[in-house]
């Protein structure tokens, strides 16, 4: 094991990273090693190691839950969940997150170095399900010493990545916190993101993906492939009270009005932009391509003979499943369908819907309720 450069690509800068040597065999069939692996912890892991929640990051996020990130300055992506005398507290917990397989925060993905060509992967890099970024973090785990976790928790993507763990480590997860997630992704789902691939691949500049040597990224393609998922973030009813149909203001009209052009004339065109924009400073486009992949493979049952309920036979785990009742991405009835498996396979679960004008993103903005179920979920397990 060892510290190694985080990426070939320094737009995506360093982290606190592993070398391990694997083998990580994946979904695919292919093997991968070594694995990288860059990741936060915060707190202590408890003499008896029994203290531990692993945070599962969404497709856009990463490793900086609740620290401030090294290339947006911005706080961590879950600091109002994370930190001192709130629910995942470090003085209570060791917190583990790490940074999923496939992205470019430090992690082995496409932006990474092939052993074998001294050269970035690539589109040459292993397609990858969420299976597979569950077994990397338990590399990750293994490396800290850590045999159990108390929780792992996640929203939205990383929600899907909470619910798998039981599954293929049953013994390794005594509670699993599952937020504004499904159990497999739909249609709708795969259309929105065949949107955004189709938007990167089209751009001149993606090049088949070999794009690292000279820097020249797919920027205006990975920006519209940000605008179009963001919509799906939010809510209507949160995008009219934001922005309605107001213009945008300028120098010479601050009131706004319509230019007869294409400009951004509304005020929500020019926030979905400024999304865009921002994204591109932050994320690859290749990286996109293969964690959407793999969310649109992702299907819990097929992998257990068509029974969502097979798949959580074998494990002990309790259950805590939200959804927000904004949330057209994964609605509630998404949330639903978890817990009638659960409580077909006879596992302990618990559901909450939350009422929230934010959308999916409801669980990233100030939601005291959120925090107030987590807390309760967790506490209630360290009682027992």
Not at 84 to 100: L, Q, T, W, Y
Not at 260 to 271: C, I, L, N, R, T
Not at 342 to 363: C, I, M, R, T, Y
Request: glycine share 8%; net charge negative.
């Amino acid at each position: 094991m060892a510290t190694v450069p985080a990426s070939s690509d320094s737009r995506f800068g360093l982290a606190r990273q592993v070398r391990l040597s694997g083998p990580l065999r994946l979904d695919s069939g292919a093997i991968l090693t070594p694995v990288d692996i860059a990741y936060e912890t915060y707190g202590t892991l408890n003499v008896d190691r029994s203290n531990a929640i692993l945070l599962c990051h969404a497709l856009t996020g990463d490793q900086y839950v609740a620290s401030q990130h090294p290339l947006t300055g911005k706080p961590g992506w879950w600091w109002r969940m994370v930190g001192e005398g709130k629910p995942v507290d470090p003085s209570r917990h060791f917190i583990v997150c790490a940074n999923v397989l496939g992205s470019c925060m430090g992690s082995s993905g496409p932006a990474s170095v092939d052993p074998t060509r001294d050269e970035p992967y690539a589109m040459r890099f292993p397609v990858i399900t969420i299976g597979d970024m569950v077994r990397a973090q338990a590399l990750l785990l293994d490396h800290l010493g850590v045999d159990r976790l108390r929780a792992v928790i996640g929203g939205s993507m990383g929600g899907m990545q909470a619910l798998t763990w039981p599954t293929i480590f049953p013994e390794r997860v005594e509670s699993t916190v599952v937020i504004a997630s499904t159990a497999r992704h739909s249609a709708q789902n795969i259309a929105f993101h065949e949107v955004g691939r189709q938007a990167i691949m089209a751009d001149p500049r993606w090049r088949g993906g070999d794009y690292y040597a000279d820097g020249d990224v797919p920027s205006a393609g990975l920006a519209v492939a940000r605008m179009a998922a963001h919509i799906t973030y939010l809510s209507e009813a949160g995008l009219t009270e934001k922005f309605g149909r107001r213009l945008q203001a300028r120098p010479d009209s601050p009131g706004g009005q319509k230019t007869f052009g294409f400009d951004a004339d509304f005020q929500v065109e020019s926030y979905l932009r400024h999304q865009g924009l921002s994204f591109v400073e932050r994320f690859d486009a290749n990286s996109y391509l293969y964690i959407t992949r793999a969310m649109d493979y992702y299907d819990i049952a097929e992998d257990h003979e068509g029974s969502l309920a097979r798949a959580f036979a074998k494990t002990k785990a309790r259950f805590c499943v939200v959804s927000f009742d904004t949330d057209w991405l994964y609605p509630t009835a998404e949330s639903r369908v978890i817990v009638h498996a659960l409580n077909a396979s006879g596992a302990q679960a618990s559901f909450v819907e939350l009422a929230s004008p934010f959308g999916h993103d409801a669980f990233l903005l100030e939601a005291p309720e959120l925090n107030r179920v987590v807390d309760g979920f967790l506490r209630a397990g360290e009682q027992r």
